[in-house]
């Protein structure tokens, strides 16, 4: 979707500079270690997919998003999801009491979930579609405007790149934010970084983006 949380390539936010691992720690807070294990933890119900939970996110108004820090979002996108899928009312996450009796859910095995983390969940299907494009093709990123979740960035819409890699069969994000766990061809696409930014980018680069094949037009 068209949000805040697309600032690739957007003007108004400076270079980015990112500190070393080493110097940044993984949680700021005591707060923020709890809502990343909040947030972990109410997946495992198995009530959404990792989608749902970006579009949960990306879905705030821009001030919100930005405002907010990193887990600050995480959390405002885990509230969103428990009132939508039925396990809190708004008036419950508000005052922090539960008003109602709790629904039927599987809890998840505690027991297991660190072997789970481990293993991941796989996003590789089996396809006998052909891909449509093949190594070194030209295409052409389409111009959507999507409403709902999609991985394509803005600053790669409408530009031109080369097909120089072909991933396989992969889940598509914006489907599988619906429920549909289907899947499409990505790639990987190489752009020249005056085709992203223009001619007044100071170096020349070359940009390698993973797209799904809906996302992209032949040349």
Known sequence: MNGAHDLGGKHGFGSVNPKRESEEPVFHCEWERRAFALTLACGFLGRWNIDEARHARE??????????????????????????????????LKTGKRQSAIGDYSAPDVTKVKEILAAGTPSRLKDSRAPIFQLGDEVRVSKCQPLSHTRVPGYTRGCVGTIARLHGFYVFPDENVRGNSQGETLYSVQFKSDELWGIT???????YVDLWEPYLQPV
């Not at 001030?63 to 899928?85: F, I, M």
């Open 201 to 207: 980018t100071h170096v020349s680069a070359s940009v």
């Open 59 to 92: 879905s705030q108004s821009p001030l919100q998003y930005l405002s907010n820090t990193y887990y600050e979002n995480w959390l405002t996108g885990l509230e969103t999801l428990l009132v939508a899928k039925g396990l809190l009312s708004k008036e419950e």
